[in-house]
């Protein structure tokens, strides 16, 4: 069975708390952690549109909470 593989590094000024914020809406097969000031989700699913539809997700998630801190911390 193929397995694909997708990893997303993004850069944050407040990266534990983008990361927190996205993590609850992990899906199996996702691990999101912060390190430095980059937020780190790798994830992986056994078929590429699943795969990529969950990459779409997450990315509407992270720039919702990267306008949420924009607002909220500035």
């Known amino acids: ?3 694909i593989h ?3 590094r993004t850069v944050h000024r407040m990266p534990g708390v ?6 609850p809406d ?7 952690t912060a390190d430095g000031g980059v937020v780190r ?3 992986a699913g056994p078929q590429l ?7 779409d997700d997450y990315l509407m998630n992270l720039a919702v909470v990267e306008d ?7």
């Open 68 to 74: 949420l801190c924009t607002h909220v911390f500035t």
């Open 6 to 8: 997708a990893e997303i």
């Open 18 to 23: 983008a990361a927190g914020a996205v993590t």
């Open 26 to 32: 992990n899906l199996k097969g996702m691990e999101t």
């Open 1 to 3: 069975m193929m397995q």
């Open 49 to 55: 549109r699943s795969t990529i539809a969950s990459v």
């Open 41 to 43: 989700t790798v994830l």
